[in-house]
């Protein structure tokens, strides 16, 4: 859930120019194309997914979970868990019917 006073409070601590960089980075992030990872062994792997999705600008990484257990590495995921949306599931028919909902709408 978002505070609204608060991020008004923040947003009032930056000069124009750098909001404008926030909303044009915010602009350009996609969920037209998505990432899911299936059963990744070394959770490291998943971070780096993570971060990849992060800095091309992608908004879901989408995580089925079914054997391993494991939480994402924040140190590899070098912060990018903040701006990326984590969508987890224990088997890849919940991931794909949760997918195909959102195409029917």
């Known amino acids: 859930m978002v505070d609204l006073d608060y991020l008004h409070f923040l947003e009032s601590m930056l000069t124009e120019n750098r909001k404008n960089k926030f909303l044009n980075v915010l602009k350009n992030r996609t969920k037209h194309f998505t990432v899911v990872v299936e059963d990744v062994f070394q959770m490291h792997n998943t971070s780096a997914v993570m971060r990849s999705c992060e ?3 992608i908004q879901e990484l989408h995580v089925i979970e079914q054997r391993y ?3 994402i590495d924040k140190e590899i995921a070098m912060g990018a868990q903040k701006w990326v949306d984590i969508n987890a599931f224990d088997t890849v028919t ?5 997918l195909k909902m959102r195409i029917k709408g």
């Open 69 to 71: 257990g494991k939480s």
């Open 94 to 98: 919940n991931c794909v019917n949760t």
């Open 55 to 57: 800095v091309f600008g």
